[in-house]
């Protein structure tokens, strides 16, 4: 008994001694020679009660061993390239808007954009001579630098792979020599394209100091939410404005087209991103599941061709793209050898829902898009669940997801103007925090470029969201009569106008707006009204001072008028009701319609009385006020001046800005049959409706603003409305608005 407690206890003395000699609780010198305890405690950087200091060492060898092995892995690398790309993950990395953009420049001016003046010898390419020429017609442009808030540069960054023709050699020595620089301070990068073989890194090449980057294919980790942009890869062949509409014409019912998942694209064989695109045969089933690729790409395809090719290759070559993708439910949008692929904006515009396989892409403009309304967001990694997962979607929300996509399409995407817009409206609201948008601006028709914040920051002042609110548009409306002819007579047009305005029972103000050369009448000469009644002069006596935002139209409702415009009560009444079932529209009453001329190739304007419409003119119209303010701030002050110098064509250029908006015609309401007669027969405009060079401006109008909007925003209707029991053979006493039957 007493051997077995001195084994017992002799086992358990050599057990603690092994273990305090693994965790360093002793030290056993490996030579007489070596240092004293002491001095080793010293060099491990002991002291007494820190023995947790000693893993400190076992970590940073780890981390050496990585840094060992990242420098191994990076030989091939030249000195000056690592430290480029160094200075670009490292440099800003941490940037935001507080720390690295100067707001002082944007206090005194406002958000004006300044692109440096191109140098002699430097060759742009055609996309990103579009993007600046998108900033030098915006409203944000200013030519001097002292008054911008925002420089971009005029040097071409869009194309940063050094095996590309587009590639620009010596640019940080370029740009390091721009006096205004300032180490990227409050300037902005455009890129679409950066790394090269085999890799493919999201390095410029340069540094990019503290400058805002609006990059295509950006990564989630090297993305500095706040202050870059992630942008969408466009071609070469993206329209510069205008831009095509999206292919949705009807929503049907259910949404399932012939293909239920589409995509048709190039497979690499070797390096990054070819993962993917390897294995989508997998899920491939020549039904509704169609995935095709090719192996015939590059120079030296034949050399690394796999077993796969020759079969991908034939099947590639049976499918017509474009009928794929207009007849797919989803398309599949997988990484290339970069994070972006052009077929995301290729499905959207096509309608086809985009299922996203890309890990780690920050998806354009994702910090006002909320892109689970419009796409599915896929894993490569769970590539053989995405058959089962789009068809387990309901195809309630297949349509919904759809709709989205041709909003997003239409209002950001489908122009490289929309593309630079969206991108300068992003910063702008991080400048003016306070008036900046909200998500549902963004993200519900028309768009954030069209919801202007500066006007209102709250969604029941603009006529885009009484629906989604609840709400409906104050219940009376404010009068706007444009006079341009002096007072001689009381007997005159505008006089008896002014009358049966105020007597409707929806009227809350009557506004003259006088833009005749002659002095303001006395104040006895205009006739006793029963609401208020404010006579304005025009400012400079110009055609568009009409559509300025007053500060004195208390209402949502404007109705615009000319003097010699013939008008009742009844029909005001009648036509404001109408418009408070539109409210985004113009409703009114004397249309005119637009052709094309295929014998000249332009766009034609006709007066002619037919079934067809595609304007309602505000010489007798009720619309939104809030087209005062974007007639006034969003158009450029060049088609202003046009309209202005030719005292014409105001009403076509609110036609086409209305249209462009809502992508919807105006309201045309019933018309008394004399209107056109008293129209064309009544005081001194009659010369000017029937003068043939009065017509000729409106032909030449009509294409310098389809020019300015890049496409023909119009659109043509034959809808007009009428009142119940209109025309109908029953008693007249039945009708609410029987005088307009009696005129």
């Known amino acids: 008994m007493q051997a077995k407690k001195r084994y017992l206890i002799l086992f358990s003395a050599g057990a603690c001694l092994i273990l305090l000699l693994c965790f360093g609780g002793i030290q056993v010198p490996l030579s007489r020679r070596g240092p004293s305890r002491r001095d080793d405690r010293s060099l491990a950087g002991y002291h007494p009660g820190a023995r947790w200091r000693r893993f400190q060492g076992y970590l940073q060898s780890f981390s050496s061993f990585e840094k060992d092995r990242s420098d191994d892995l990076n030989e091939h690398i030249s000195p000056r390239q690592k430290r480029d790309t160094n200075s670009f993950l490292y440099t800003g990395k941490r940037c935001r808007m507080e720390s690295c953009f100067d707001f002082s420049l944007c206090e005194r001016n406002g958000f004006k954009v300044y692109v440096y003046p191109q140098q002699k010898g430097e060759k742009i390419s055609e996309s990103y001579q579009n993007i600046l020429t998108s900033i030098e017609g915006s409203r944000f ?23 590309s023709p587009q590639y620009v050699h010596n640019l940080k020595a370029k740009i390091q020599s721009l006096p205004l620089w300032n180490e990227g301070r409050n300037h902005i990068i455009f890129n679409l394209y950066s790394g090269t073989w085999p890799d493919y890194t999201e390095d410029l090449g340069f540094d990019i100091g503290f400058a805002m980057l609006a990059k295509a294919s950006i990564s989630t980790e090297n993305f500095r939410p706040k202050f870059d942009v992630s942008i969408p890869l466009f071609s070469k062949d993206h329209p510069r404005t205008g831009g095509e509409r999206g292919y949705l014409r009807h929503n049907t019912i259910p949404p399932y087209r012939k293909y239920m998942l589409v995509f048709k694209g190039k497979r690499y064989l070797t390096g990054i991103g070819s993962d993917t695109r390897n294995a989508l045969y997998h899920v491939h089933n020549s039904q509704d599941v169609v995935l095709l690729t090719t192996c015939k ?85 769970l590539l053989l669940q995405i058959p089962s997962t789009v068809r387990s979607i309901h195809q309630d929300k297949i349509l919904s997801l759809r709709q989205h996509t041709q909003l997003l399409w239409e209002a950001y995407f489908n122009s490289v103007e929309k593309i630079v817009l969206t991108t300068l409206e992003i910063i702008q609201d991080r400048v003016l925090e306070l008036t900046s948008r909200s998500s549902l601006m963004w993200n519900s028709l028309p768009g954030g470029l069209f919801t202007l914040p500066q006007y209102s920051t709250h969604l029941g002042d603009f006529p885009f969201f009484y629906a989604k609110l609840g709400i409906k548009p104050y219940p009376k409306f404010t009068s706007i009569i444009h006079v341009v002819t002096p007072l001689v007579s009381q007997s005159q047009p505008v006089m008896k106008l002014l009358v049966a305005v105020a007597k409707s029972q929806y009227c809350a103000q009557v506004i003259v707006l006088w833009n005749c050369d002659k002095p303001l009448p006395a104040k006895h000469r205009w006739p006793t009204t029963s609401v208020p009644f404010i006579v304005i002069e025009g400012e400079s006596k110009v055609i568009s001072s009409r559509f300025l935002p007053y500060d004195t139209i208390p209402t949502d409702a404007v109705l615009s008028l000319d003097e010699d415009t013939v008008l009742s009560t009844t029909e005001v009444d009648f036509a404001f009701t109408v418009w408070q079932s539109f409210p985004d529209r113009i409703v009114g009453y004397p249309a005119r319609s637009h052709f094309w001329d295929s014998s000249k190739e332009r766009w034609g304007y006709t007066s002619k009385w037919t079934n067809d419409y595609s304007m309602v003119l505000t010489g007798a119209a009720i619309y939104h006020k809030y087209y005062h303010y974007l007639y006034t701030t969003y158009l450029p002050a060049s088609l202003r001046t046009m309209v202005d110098q030719m005292s014409n064509c105001e009403d076509i250029l609110m036609n086409f800005l209305v249209s462009s908006v809502t992508k919807l015609p105006p309201i045309k309401v019933t018309q008394k049959k004399q209107y056109k007669e008293t129209m064309m027969g009544q005081s001194s405009r009659a010369s000017r409706w029937a003068d043939p060079d009065h017509f000729a401006q409106r032909q030449t109008c009509m294409n310098k603003f389809a020019n300015w909007f890049g496409t023909m925003p119009l659109v043509h209707s034959q809808m007009r409305l009428d009142p119940v029991l209109f025309k109908d053979q029953v008693s007249i006493l039945r009708k609410k608005y029987r005088e307009i039957e009696r005129l």
């Open 297 to 381: 790409h590059g120079k030296d395809w034949q050399k690394h061709k796999d077993a796969r090719c020759d079969k991908d290759n034939a099947e590639y070559d049976k499918y017509d793209y474009r009928e794929m993708l207009y007849n797919s439910t989803f398309c599949l949008v997988p990484r290339g050898r970069r994070l972006g692929s052009f077929r995301f904006l290729e499905a959207l515009q096509a309608a086809c829902v985009p299922v996203m396989l890309s890990n780690g892409w920050e998806l354009p403009f994702s910090e006002i898009i909320d892109w689970n309304t419009a796409a599915v967001i896929g894993d490569e990694r």
């Open 141 to 163: 442009y200013t030519p001097d630098p002292g008054q911008a808030c925002l420089f971009v540069l005029s040097l071409d960054t869009l194309d940063r792979d050094q095996l």
